[in-house]
């Protein structure tokens, strides 16, 4: 059960950032047409972060415990000591960050070069933290996987 809570976890994480790069590319071609589109997708990358904090904080809780165990014990303990730490830190801004963007996003795009510039920051910073994360995650399986290994 476990493995299907931690793949809810990174799937809504990669949802967040696929729907945020689509936010992004929109911005970048921003229309009267797409305006709409932006708002939505802004929300539901705000949704998406949202339940995949709250799927992993979950699965930290309850079963990161035993892995972390493997990890430190492992030839790998840095996959803890900073990679673990390093997501338990961002995913602070990311949540910040995810949220503020359909509010970044309810503006005149359009019309403001100043709102379209924010939305894009806004975004890219996103992008920048999720694709952070995923990376942080595959490198804290792997050491799970190498501490398995090693005994």
């Not at 990358?45 to 309850?62: K, N, P, R, S």
Request: with cysteine.
């Amino acid at each position: 059960m476990n493995e299907f809570i931690l793949m809810a976890h990174v799937m809504f994480g990669v949802a967040c950032l696929i729907t945020t790069v689509w936010v992004f590319v929109d911005v970048l071609n921003v229309s009267a047409a797409n305006q709409v589109r932006i708002r939505k997708l802004s929300c539901v990358a705000a949704a998406c972060m949202w339940f995949a904090f709250l799927v992993g904080g979950y699965w930290y809780v309850h079963f990161y415990k035993a892995d972390k165990a493997v990890i430190l014990k492992g030839p790998w303990p840095f996959a803890h000591n900073f990679f673990m730490e390093t997501k338990e830190h961002l995913v602070i801004l990311l949540l910040m960050l995810v949220t503020y963007l359909p509010i970044a996003a309810a503006g005149n795009l359009v019309a403001s070069q100043d709102a379209r510039r924010v939305v894009l920051w806004v975004a890219g910073l996103i992008v920048l933290l999720a694709l952070t994360m995923e990376g942080d995650g595959a490198v804290i399986a792997m050491g799970v996987k190498m501490g398995l290994l090693a005994r």
